[in-house]
């Protein structure tokens, strides 16, 4: 059964340049934008059952985020957080997406609650699933744990 699924999937193989970043997608559907986004180690394939049914409904898009899959990795990038958001952020951009659900296994999650955290205008809404807790780090971890520079009344702006 995999293997039929496997090679109704291929077809919706897509390559995008995301600031010069051969960066692989698998796109299907119309409507809202769903990006989902595989855990680390992994790559878009792990969205194989999901992709064509999630197309009924929606924009759907399931990249191979930086160095995983088929996409490239560009010269002073790392695997770090940072790159991987500045990725998909740049990659929405690319698309035309200005803002979308994001759906994230493991990394992915992680990767999905940074881009919510610092990007609440592109998320609509947002479904972390499996992994350690996505908020560490995020400006609601800190606001929580009264880190400097961080006000703990909200907002998530620096003190002075």
């Given at each position: 059964?995999?293997?039929?699924?496997?090679?109704?999937?291929?077809?919706?193989e897509k390559?995008?340049?995301?600031?010069?970043?051969?960066?692989?997608?698998?796109?299907?559907?119309?409507?809202?934008?769903?990006?989902?986004?595989?855990?680390?180690?992994?790559?878009?394939?792990?969205?194989?059952?999901?992709?064509?049914?999630?197309a009924k409904?929606?924009?759907?898009?399931?990249?191979?985020?930086?160095?995983?899959?088929?996409?490239?990795?560009?010269?002073?990038?790392?695997?770090?957080?940072?790159?991987?958001?500045?990725?998909?952020?740049?990659?929405?951009?690319?698309?035309?997406?200005?803002?979308?659900?994001?759906?994230?296994?493991?990394?992915?999650?992680?990767?999905?609650?940074?881009?919510?955290?610092?990007?609440?205008?592109?998320?609509?809404?947002?479904?972390?699933?499996?992994?350690?807790?996505?908020?560490?780090?995020?400006?609601?971890?800190?606001?929580?744990?009264?880190?400097?520079?961080?006000?703990?009344?909200?907002?998530?702006?620096?003190?002075?």
């Amino acid at each position: 059964m995999f293997s039929e699924e496997l090679d109704a999937f291929l077809p919706l193989e897509k390559y995008y340049s995301v600031k010069g970043i051969r960066t692989r997608c698998f796109e299907a559907g119309t409507g809202p934008a769903v990006i989902l986004l595989h855990g680390g180690g992994g790559h878009a394939e792990t969205w194989v059952r999901n992709v064509q049914p999630l197309a009924k409904y929606f924009h759907v898009y399931a990249i191979d985020y930086l160095g995983h899959g088929y996409t490239d990795i560009a010269k002073g990038m790392s695997r770090r957080l940072e790159d991987f958001r500045t990725h998909l952020l740049d990659f929405m951009d690319t698309v035309g997406v200005e803002k979308a659900h994001l759906v994230g296994e493991s990394l992915g999650g992680q990767i999905s609650v940074f881009v919510a955290d610092e990007h609440p205008e592109r998320v609509d809404k947002l479904a972390p699933h499996r992994g350690r807790n996505p908020i560490f780090g995020t400006r609601v971890h800190r606001r929580q744990h009264g880190i400097p520079g961080v006000d703990p009344q909200g907002g998530g702006q620096p003190q002075p």
